[in-house]
């Protein structure tokens, strides 16, 4: 499976972006989708994860309610949606691929990795 990540940017505090994850390769569907993310000095950190059946979802507590991920199966795509953006949201994001309970674990054991898209949020 390969990952495709895209939409970081640089955005002023309180703005918003939308990263998207493009998936292909043998059978993506078969994995949950989610985004990680890691800022300067500091280790790789769970954001947001979903199933492609049945839409469950879940979230780190410091962007719930802010960042909301979600899916669509025809395209093989999966959108992290991130308003009410902080300075400590500045981070590198990478999209991944694995299955559902290594995600419950929040651990960045994942089977598949896209390539980062820097997100800079500015005071």
């Known amino acids: 499976v390969q990952l495709q990540a895209s939409g970081g940017g640089l955005v002023q505090a309180g703005g918003s972006l939308r990263l998207s994850c493009a998936a292909s390769?043998?059978?993506?569907?078969?994995?949950?989708m989610g985004w990680f993310r890691q800022a300067p000095g500091k280790e790789r950190e769970f954001v947001a994860a979903i199933k492609w059946g049945g839409g469950s979802t879940f979230y780190a507590d410091s962007v719930k309610g802010r960042f909301t991920i979600s899916r669509d199966n025809d395209k093989n795509t999966v959108y992290l949606q991130m308003n009410s953006l902080k300075p400590e949201d500045t981070a590198v994001y990478y999209c991944?691929?694995?299955?559902?309970?290594?995600?419950?674990?929040?651990?960045?054991?994942?089977?598949?990795w896209g390539q980062g898209t820097q997100v800079t949020v500015s005071s």
């Open positions: 991944a691929a694995s299955t559902w309970s290594e995600f419950l674990l929040r651990d960045p054991n994942m089977i598949y």
């Open positions: 390769g043998r059978n993506p569907g078969s994995y949950a």
